[in-house]
């Protein structure tokens, strides 16, 4: 009975937090970042060139901003047709990644204060809206892969310092060195407060100092390794590129954003990411239970009852102080220092749940020695009703109210979340220790009365379906334009596009890849003929300025043709093409 039960922690773990990451993955089109990141995918399948992927919009160009580790994952499994190239294919990796940083996260909060704190800190990190949904672990960029390494990172250093056995030290040592070298290779600089992190932990926790000296040589070969790992692509690049590497990765993406900033969009206040993400924890409900868990963990680090308790401290402290001296700050660079105050709140939760499972178990030890055996098989019930109280609280948060029937009997309707969830606690009652119950029933009171994160996780969880698609729409339809038109004898020439760069975002290009991105200036020439002339028409993208110096020089002409109005461009379907317009309409809001 105790290990099905064991069992029933990492279940729901996955059940409930790792494989929805993977639905409607697909849904939503490309993102600007994830349309410079799949372009350069497209590069590596398109030209075999694995070592240069190509940037956006400019084929010729190799991406130096980042290391293409990411670029390989994504793109092996598509090369061998293992995975599909699309919305789909290119953001799997990333699903995967934060499914197993979902896993890690979960392990450390065991080992902190048990399977209740880590499912909790799965739990708060699943309803952080922007972790899920912005530039996080179901997108197509580096973000989801550098959580994960921190989370390994972290895990396995701490498992490290508590073994005992040479062959598994070495083990979790090598699994740190793989964890740093996926965060290295994937989003460099960012990477690099990882062993700042493990570092001042080893120094300043007394027996993993110890620790550290008796391994100390086992960490410098584990270097050498890790270098002799990412050294030769930057060591090919240089040779190729020279000093425009150095200036690239390091000049315009590092050493510029820490001063200044590459985008004035990017410019905000020292406390930025103190206040942002006390806003989002705010509105998913963590932000009270985060606060507890955190004064709870730092009063028994003073008093000294959890030791490894200081690593989580500076996972956070340490890093998020040094990026907030830099100047250029965006929320996603946040993204791997989330987990520490996650685990701090799971943290919370199981002290409450372990002083009131403590307080039943007192007052209910001789009602529960005096039953006996009879509860056995009612045991076995409680187990069946909560597994089907949890899943039938996450089918009605997904897909909505329930119904399930024979012919015209209705046989069972569930319309509330709280209902099953109510009967999964009850059910608990009759499982190991009366405390249990009590605990549980606790956090039903606490979850009704105080904002908690599994508002936003429901939340969360309705919201993985949706996603709007009007480019890769539009790109659809022009494309069955284009095939009927050559079907016909004539020409498809694909979409004119003068965008200048300041109103170009990479989606428009990765979608609707044409001719004249980046123009200095339009063609009058080209735009009357593809807008005006039966037979030539196309499609034509132009920044909204510069078609209303068009239809003022050409005195309206053209203007009769439908358009459609897009962050920064208009899009103009002239003849055949202004079918496409109704894609618009069909797109999820």
């Not at 969880?461 to 004539?490: F, K, Y």
């Not at 002339?533 to 909204?544: Q, S, T």
Request: hydrophobic residues 50%; glycine residues 8%.
């Amino acid at each position: 009975m105790r290990e099905g039960l064991s069992r029933l922690p990492p279940a729901l773990v996955l059940i409930g937090f790792c494989f929805p990451l993977f639905i409607g993955l697909g849904t939503a089109e490309l993102a600007n970042d994830e349309a410079i990141y799949s372009f350069a995918v497209e590069s590596i399948l398109r030209t075999g060139d694995w070592l240069s992927p190509r940037s956006s919009p400019n084929l010729p160009i190799v991406f130096l901003e980042k290391p293409p580790l990411k670029f390989w994952i994504v793109a092996a499994p598509i090369s061998l047709g293992l995975l599909p190239l699309n919305e789909f294919g290119l953001r799997f990796w990333d699903a995967v990644f934060g499914a197993m940083a979902f896993g890690y996260v979960f392990l450390l909060g065991r080992r902190l204060a048990g399977s209740v704190c880590g499912i909790v800190a799965v739990l708060v990190l699943f309803a952080h809206g922007p972790l899920i949904f912005d530039h996080g672990l179901r997108s197509n960029n580096m973000d989801a892969a550098l959580v994960l390494a921190y989370c390994a990172g972290v895990y396995h250093y701490l498992r490290w310092a508590e073994s005992t056995v040479r062959r598994h030290r070495l083990m979790h040592l090598a699994a740190v060195g793989a964890a740093f070298s996926l965060g290295f290779m994937t989003k460099f600089v960012a990477a690099l407060f990882l062993p700042v992190v493990l570092g001042a932990s080893a120094l300043l926790i007394p027996s993993q100092r110890r620790r550290l000296v008796d391994d100390v040589w086992r960490w410098l070969a584990l270097d050498g390794v890790v270098v002799a790992l990412v050294l030769p692509w930057f060591v090919y690049q240089y040779a190729e590129h020279g000093q425009i590497l150095v200036e690239v990765m390091f000049g315009d993406h590092v050493y510029t954003r820490f001063t200044s900033f590459a985008d004035p969009h990017h410019l905000n206040p020292w406390h930025f990411y103190i206040t942002a993400v006390y806003s989002e924890l705010a509105q998913s409900g963590s932000a009270w239970w985060v606060g507890l868990g955190l004064a709870l963990m730092l009063a028994d680090l003073v008093r000294g009852r959890l030791t490894e308790g200081w690593v989580i401290i500076l996972w956070f402290v340490l890093p998020v102080t040094l990026i907030s001296l830099g100047s250029s700050k965006l929320y996603h660079y946040f993204y791997p220092y989330v987990p520490p105050l996650a685990l701090a709140a799971g943290y919370g939760v199981a002290r409450l749940a372990r002083e009131l499972s403590a307080f039943g178990e007192r007052r209910f030890a001789r009602r529960a020695a005096a039953a006996g055996g009879r509860y056995r098989v009612v045991r076995q019930v409680a187990l069946v009703v909560i597994a089907a109280g949890v899943l039938v609280a996450l089918a009605t948060a997904v897909y909505g109210p329930l119904r399930i029937g024979w012919g015209d009997r209705l046989l069972f309707r569930n319309t509330s979340i709280e209902r099953p969830l109510i009967a999964a606690v009850l059910a608990s009652a009759a499982i190991g220790r009366a405390g249990t119950s009590v605990a549980a029933a606790a956090a039903i009171v606490a979850w009704l009365l105080l904002p908690t994160p599994l508002l936003g996780y429901f939340s969360n969880l309705q919201q993985l379906r949706s996603g709007a698609h009007p480019v890769r729409s539009m790109a659809e339809c022009i494309r069955r334009v284009d095939a009927e038109r050559q079907a016909a004898g004539l020409e498809a020439p694909g979409v004119y596009a003068p965008v200048s760069e300041a109103a170009y975002l990479h989606p428009y290009f990765y979608y609707l890849r044409g001719s004249g991105w980046h123009a200095r200036s339009i063609d009058p020439v080209v735009i009357r003929e593809a807008l005006v002339v039966p037979g030539r028409e196309r499609p034509v993208i132009l920044d909204k300025v510069r078609f209303a110096d068009y239809l003022q020089q050409s005195g309206g002409e053209g203007g009769y043709v439908t358009s459609v109005n897009w962050p920064n461009v208009v899009l103009l379907l002239p003849g055949p093409y202004g079918a496409c317009r109704a894609t618009q309409q069909l797109t999820p809001r």
